[in-house]
């Protein structure tokens, strides 16, 4: 069993590619060519990036977006040969029932689904309605179309999170598939817990759907912890960026200049073309269906990421916290392990090192900043 300990520098790839060399490994196919894939939630962050692994795998992607706006800018951010191998299917509302019918009645049929639509923000007006009910029936409304409409369909790869496998604040010493989330229904009208709530049901709900309708179709869940990475090229507005990046725009933006905010409550990351990869192996590779995947890259504090973007970046010196503030590493003392041993088993994952996760965040949002003017 692969085991990763705070303060070893797990997030290393030589101490990553020690830890697991005498590992069996199941062989990895080549990209493929050919096949078509309904792909949800097609503007959020994770998605941008399996829409472009899914290309690069060869697949034509069917992507769901909330408008037809969002949808011609999701093929518009393509280069034109490959915006020829993408489409788009307007679903407003992934709680309503039959959400998904339209999109699934694809011409030509789809041959896998990949379903990252889910609420991520940690702040409710309405906790059933903006959150535990699109996560929740969003899932199990996807898995009655496939079952409906899409007899070709062979596996589903839901987006889970670290989140239905997590227990805070009494941590497992360590964690991998086997662990589940106990938060309760009942905690989850507290808006401290609706987030994690929706993951952990909306995982149990797609499990439950398959045991008990038993589909042509098996499912492989990702459970992916906070996520860094490049920016989405669709992206229409800096403050549309994904909730994982906010920490290192606000260092970059003199947010933390004063006082770097605490890293609680998560230490680990996963850089999002990891995350991505997942997705579309657990699609392609027989042995990844009817299982979870616990996908962590290693961990991360906000003053090692100011660190890490004062030694890429120098002219952000000014932006960033002096150097006694970053010396004060919050990391916690004890902090529980990882075991992601079946991910880099089965789906071959070699974990991208912190230092370039956060290196190429920064120079992707300066990036965004200089297109935008």
């Avoid at 260092?251 to 850089?271: N, Q, S």
């Amino acid at each position: 069993m692969e085991y990763f300990v705070p303060h070893s520098f797990s997030f290393h790839p030589a101490l990553c590619y020690i830890a697991s060399r005498n590992m069996t490994r199941i062989a990895i196919p080549p990209p493929t060519a050919g096949g078509r894939v309904l792909l949800t939630g097609g503007t959020g962050f994770i998605a941008s990036h399996v829409l472009d692994c899914l290309l690069d795998h060869g697949f034509d992607v069917v992507v769901t977006a909330r408008s037809e706006e969002k949808g011609r800018r999701i093929v518009k951010s393509l280069d034109a040969s490959l915006g020829k191998k993408v489409s788009y299917v307007v679903v407003e509302n992934i709680a309503r029932d039959g959400a998904f019918d339209e999109a699934i009645k694809s011409d030509p049929p789809v041959d896998y689904v990949v379903h990252t639509a889910s609420p991520y923000q940690f702040f409710f007006d309405d906790p059933i309605r903006d959150c535990l009910d699109p996560a929740i029936k969003g899932t199990t409304g996807i898995l009655k179309s496939i079952k409906a409409f899409a007899p070709n369909v062979k596996r589903v790869v839901i987006t889970s999170s670290s989140a239905a496998i997590l227990n805070p604040p009494h941590h497992r010493e360590v964690y991998d598939e086997n662990s589940f989330s106990d938060v309760t229904m009942e905690q989850a009208m507290d808006p401290d817990h609706t987030y994690r709530a929706s993951k952990k049901f909306a995982e149990a709900a797609a499990w439950d759907f398959v045991a008990k309708e038993t589909p042509n179709f098996d499912i492989a869940t990702i459970n992916n912890t906070y996520t860094f990475g490049p920016i989405p090229r669709s992206l229409s507005s800096a403050n549309n960026l994904n909730t994982s990046n906010h920490r290192i725009r606000d260092l970059m933006e003199g947010l933390m200049r004063e006082k770097i905010a605490p890293t609680a409550p998560v230490f680990t990351f996963v850089d999002v073309r990891d995350v991505a990869l997942a997705h579309v192996r657990a699609m392609i590779i027989p042995e990844a269906g009817s299982k979870r995947f616990y996908v962590v890259g290693g961990f991360f504090s906000n003053p090692r990421l100011a660190g890490i973007i004062k030694a890429a970046h120098p002219e952000l010196a000014d932006k960033l916290p002096p150097q006694e503030e970053i010396d004060k590493d919050d990391f916690p003392d004890g902090h529980w392990k990882f075991d992601v041993s079946r991910s880099r088993k089965v789906l071959g994952l070699k974990y991208t090192a912190l230092e370039k996760s956060v290196g190429d965040t920064v120079d992707s949002i300066l990036e965004f900043k200089q297109r935008m003017g």
